[in-house]
């Protein structure tokens, strides 16, 4: 069994009992992030950078999540990020280029919806990049992580799963509901199509960039408030568990 075919709810959860723990799981972000950015010594230490990825299927909940692990924080303490394909003038440069800007110095947050894992994935499947450019992005990538982890960031990747049969429910509640058809698109049709191709680049992806410093996280998503809960459960713990080591946890 792959890593997508365990990702499973360790059991049925009520959902007053995801709500409540979805609560605890803010309020204990928002202390963190509150001393990763040097807000509870006054101000006289900065914490290590904190990057959170976020790739997945087409309605796996990634926006749902991101809402809400970005609820309880000032918008002032935390960057969304948002990649699409790239433009023309991205092309020129390195695939892993784009991304530099956006990623946070020390005491920042940034949160990124989808990645460089675009390469591996996508531009694997669609064959917008050669054979031998997704081959070598594995390297490039796990070097790339590695100098940033090097440096103190917290990096925490998670991959948002969704069945086969609940993606496709999805999908057909989004097209019947006028407010939500926006959010469908020819493409993510023709990408269900692709399914097996796009699972064999995930787990092959998942299996070659898991590193010790920069793991991934797959997160069952058929269950939107269990999800939810757990990516916030899952970035406190990491976060923790860094800064325990450093002896700065509050």
Known sequence: MGHLGSAKPPAEISKKKAE?????????????????????????????????????????????????????????????????APTYDEKRHHFLQRFWNVLPGSGGMTVLDRSWYGRVLVERVEKFATEDQWKRAYDEINEFERALTAEGMILVKFWMHVSDRE????????????????????????????????????????TRTDQPKARWHVIPGDDKGYARFAVVEQVCHVVEKRLAKLGTLA
Not at 42 to 71: H, M, N, T, Y
Request: charge should be neutral; glycine fraction near 8%.
């Open 167 to 206: 993606q496709l429910r999805r999908f057909e509640d989004r097209k019947n509901d006028p407010l939500r058809a926006w959010k469908l698109t020819d493409e993510d049709w023709r990408n269900r199509e692709k399914r097996d191709a796009y699972e064999e680049a995930i787990e092959e992806m998942l």
């Open 20 to 84: 409540a723990r979805l609560e605890e799981a803010q309020e204990r972000l928002l202390r963190l992030r509150l001393t990763l950015g040097g807000q509870l010594d006054g101000g006289k230490q900065l914490g290590p950078p904190l990057c959170v990825v976020f790739e997945g299927w087409d309605a796996s909940g990634k926006g749902g999540a991101i809402k809400r692990l970005v609820a309880p924080l000032d918008p002032r303490h935390v960057r969304v990020s948002q990649f699409a």
